[in-house]
């Protein structure tokens, strides 16, 4: 080798370090913006929560410092040791939160509960972690014990509920607490001593809130991570200022031995108000739950280097401050400003609330999209919101009950230490939940010794339980609004998966078996019509009863006929090659043929109108690949009959696809090369739709994709016709058939029985349809109404 090729290369290896640590150093500058806003605003409010109620009037500067130890500690063991380090380790190929966590429990053991899995799934690319050697491993019995006892199941799927309920809670607790205490500061200023006058003021901040996240924050997303830089910066500064001129001696208090002194002192008060010293890692859990938008490394490098140094600064200049100010506690921070920098750090506290509280009612909006495709949430409207993340949402529903919630909290309690309480064990369950789940993954996931996840567990849940024993006392006192609305939200999100299960069975059960369809005879026993028929269902396998029921009635269908089913992976995303799973159904001369569209639980369905097309060109090739005797081993996976076709080295060049205007589809206008397919209508339909076309003008803007068949030489002329049959269907039209259910309790069911499913379908009534979630587009819907009793 060459001495110029060996510079070369290392020049290009210097280039190429140097964009990853830019590209590293770019990630961690937004991640400031989004993750750790939440984080960043506790100073406001920690230390009038530990000195409230009877401690109030009995702090001294040894009770200040064991707060400020305590808070320390907190802070290093649960922010920085178990989810810096250990915690955003567990991730699901780089997505995190607790159905993250529950994700991987349902791929190394079958805990999910709704019967849709096929062996095919588990040779997604993304179905493994890299590296992992699972079928060497031999299984454990905490997992055959899982797999064998259906209420583990069951218990486990409501554990994870409870905490997917507690992070809504938070969505709608955290902008509450955190524009009241920023509101809070005029009470220095503007003599605002009125309480009723500082919520309606932070009523009218949220209002405003959540219209701007209903407008669209990404227009302004960009000024998100400055903002929270300038407040980092903001109290980085002022504690370094407090530590400096009020008390050099406050470093002593990083010993673990003012946390005895702090017990010494406060007794059982001090024991009452140990949750005030919780809310200085509220907001921790988003560094793990939104770890998808970003990396490990990133989001590591803006903790250790930005946010815990600042963090602990600005709480020991609070302690410096406090120690000869011991009057000033109820509104600490505010206080702990010089005069003439109250206004200028009262505007970028009220900016930095606003930005935090937008990350985290966006990452509400991400656990209710996750929970939704694990069948386990209502159907909701989701749109994306923040164009330069990528897989954000917005859900307008959630939006505004989040307001609904977020104003009702403000204006009842007008508390912002009531509101802590609220948050706090909101945020402490979530925590517990989490470290419970990954106690699992350690054993079920990482194949770890249970004795490593028997001390995960009892460290940091040992810590989290001293901190709910100390919240249990703040119940009466606001602490119930969490568990009141978790129950809410756990009924409607366990009625939802129990009712989705229910009526998946039935189904199954119901579905129409492969000989009834094969004593059908080639013809089906009905007019084919031109056209393309997809039927939407949601069994995997076999054929929806619905099916026969819409034969029953109406004696015709399409000349092609596809069976759509559209279902939920147990991983975060599936890459667009590996999406599609095609397979047939029946003798070849049926044209029908089964599709199966897989979703990770981030994935979100795209409002361009591209399926039919990407459904088009997969069947095409599965027709030449199957003809070719290929789709057995066709690279991807292969489920008996069904195969991934999309990673065959041909797809895309078997059709040719071009854009054509509506003028030339009904003229059938061809390409070039391309044989020549005249239209199946007939003359009085083709007038029909050039009316149609010319009174809905939204129709026939723009160009359209069309397919055309290559004017080649094919082995099996059957082959050439199946795909001409294809091309020219859909040159016809493609309709959606989808059921309308109807869900009822069976009459001798029981009380609670009958109390689900009753609520079941009054959701399904008042939810989005399945045609708005799916994106079917209305004009080409047919409905075919179907009753279930269950």
Known sequence: MSSDSIRERGASAVVE???????????????????????????????????????????????????????????????????????????????????????????????????????????????????????????????????????TKMALLIFVLLGACMAICVGALMPAISVLSSVEGLKIEAKITNKSMVSCISCVLLIGLFVMQHRGSYKVAFVFPPVIILWLLTIFMIGIYNIIKWNPRVYQALSPYYVYKFFMLTGKDGWTNLGGVFLCVTGTEAM?????????????????????????????????????????????????????????????????????????????????????????????????????????????????????????????????????????????????????????????????????????????????????????????????????????????MYVWHYGSRKKYLLDMHDKISMRSILGLGPSLGIVRVPGMGLIYTELATGVPASFSHFLTNLPAFYQVVVFVCVKTVPVPCVPHEERYLIGRIGPQSFRMYRCIVRNGYKDVYSHENDFENDLVMSIAEFIQLEAEGASGNAEGSVDGRMAVVRTSGKFGTRLLMSESSAFEERNNINLPGALTLTSSKSPTLKRLQAMYEQESPELNTGRRIRFELQNVIYKDPRVKEELMELVEAKRSGAAYVIGHSHVKAKWNSSFIKKFAINLYSFLRKNCRSPAVGLNIPQISLIKVGMNYHV
């Open 17 to 151: 370090r140097k964009f990853q640590h830019r590209q590293l150093l770019f990630l961690a500058y937004q991640s400031l913006g989004f993750l750790f806003g939440d984080l960043s605003l506790s100073p406001l409010y920690v230390y009038q929560s530990i000195f409230s109620g009877r401690l109030k009037h009995a702090q001294n500067e040894d009770a200040i410092f064991g707060a400020f130890s305590l808070i320390f500690w907190t802070l290093l063991i649960i922010s920085l040791l178990k989810y810096a380090l250990i915690m955003l380790s567990a991730d699901d190929n780089g997505e995190g939160g607790v159905v993250a966590l529950y994700s991987q429990l349902c791929r190394s053991a079958k805990l999910c509960l709704l019967p849709n899995h096929q062996a095919s799934d588990e040779e997604l690319s993304t179905y493994r972690k890299p590296g992992s050697s699972n079928g060497s491993i031999p299984s454990s019995p905490l997992k055959r014990f899982i797999e064998k006892h259906k209420n």
């Open 288 to 492: 793990f739950a939104d770890l998808g938008y970003y990396r490990q490394t990133p989001v590591r490098v803006a903790f250790y280097c930005i946010i815990y140094p600042c963090l602990v600064l600005q709480y020991m200049g609070q302690a410096a401050f406090l120690s000869k100010n011991l009057s000033a506690v109820p509104i600490s921070f505010y206080a702990s400003i010089p005069d003439f920098l109250f206004w200028p750090v009262f505007a970028v506290s009220a900016l930095a609330v606003i930005v935090a509280s937008q990350a985290v009612i966006a990452s509400t909006f991400s656990v209710v999209q996750q929970c939704h495709a694990f069948e386990c949430f209502p159907r909701v409207k989701a749109v994306h919101s923040r164009r330069w993340i990528p897989g954000q949402t917005y859900i307008p529903e959630i939006n505004w009950i989040l307001m609904i919630i977020s104003l009702a909290v403000t204006f009842g309690l007008g508390d912002k230490n009531r509101i802590g309480y609220a948050y706090g064990i909101a945020y402490l369950i979530l925590v517990i939940v989490t470290t419970c789940l990954t106690s699992l993954v350690i054993i079920l996931v990482w194949h770890q010794s249970p004795i490593i996840a028997l001390a995960f567990a009892l460290f940091f849940g040992s810590i989290e339980i001293i901190f709910l024993s100390s919240y249990c006392t703040k119940i009466p006192r606001g602490g119930w609004i969490p568990l009141v609305l978790s129950a809410v939200f756990m009924v409607v």
